[in-house]
T-cell receptor, first 112, second 112 residues
Framework: DGGITQSPKYLFRKEGQNVTLSCEQN?????MYWYRQDPGQGLRLIYY???????QKGDIAEGYSVSREKKESFPLTVTSAQKNPTAFYLC???????????FGSGTRLTVV | SQQGEEDPQALSIQEGENATMNCSYK?????LQWYRQNSGRGLVHLIL?????REKHSGRLRVTLDTSKKSSSLLITASRAADTASYFC????????????FGIGTKLQVIP
């Protein structure tokens, strides 16, 4: 089955700690995205990548970093500089034009 | 960035009734997409309508697009309790890649 896998499903972070959220897709999609969703809110774009070894900041990139060394993988690191990281994180990918986005099932990050 | 804005923010109906939600956007588009999100899960792509289409059907879903008003509507007919979810729209714009963002969504509750 083709799709996007996000792991872990739940993640707990201590203050001052960096954590990395995994996102892997086997859809052969070029573009990949990270969104953050807070309770009752829409999705806010953190980073996106249209091609391997290239990525751009979204609307709320501060305190986050990404890499795109392989087409299949787009990990997101939440650094200690992100002051309010507790949220639901969604990864998505997209193929050619006139197709929709495919989303992973999300990672819920909580600061303890 | 291109943003879809959904209306109403919340909608509560009885099972068997129809549910209509709306989406407005600001710039020219190639297509518009609707997604469903069950609580605590990722978004699921429902339907995509291209800018040269005015109406599209998929099962109990009917989507209309009015490019002159920059708006779209999603109609769910004969609603079921399982349709309870949040619904989001998103657009792909003309003129190359733009950052795509999602609105707050419409939270639909279908009461059995």
């Amino acid at each position: 089955d083709g799709g996007i896998t996000q792991s872990p499903k739940y993640l707990f972070r201590k203050e001052g700690q960096n954590v990395t959220l995994s996102c892997e897709q086997n859809l052969n999609h070029d573009a990949m995205y990270w969104y953050r969703q807070d309770p009752g809110q829409g999705l806010r774009l953190i980073y996106y990548s249209q091609i391997v070894n290239d990525f751009q900041k979204g609307d709320i990139a501060e305190g986050y970093s990404v890499s795109r060394e392989k087409k299949e993988s787009f990990p997101l690191t939440v650094t200690s500089a992100q002051k309010n990281p507790t949220a639901f994180y969604l990864c998505a990918s997209k193929g050619t034009a006139n197709y929709g986005y495919t989303f992973g099932s999300g990672t819920r990050l909580t600061v303890v | 960035s291109q943003q879809g804005e959904e209306d109403p923010q919340a909608l509560s109906i009885q099972e068997g009734e129809n549910a209509t939600m709306n989406c407005s956007y600001k710039t020219s588009i190639n297509n518009l997409q609707w997604y469903r999100q069950n609580s605590g899960r990722g978004l699921v792509h429902l339907i995509l309508i291209r800018s040269n289409e005015r109406e599209k059907h998929s099962g109990r879903l009917r989507v209309t697009l009015d490019t002159s008003k920059k708006s779209s509507s999603l109609l769910i007919t004969a609603s079921r309790a399982a349709d309870t979810a949040s619904y989001f729209c998103a657009t792909d714009s003309r003129g190359g890649y733009q950052k795509v963002t999602f609105g707050i969504g419409t939270k639909l509750q279908v009461i059995p």
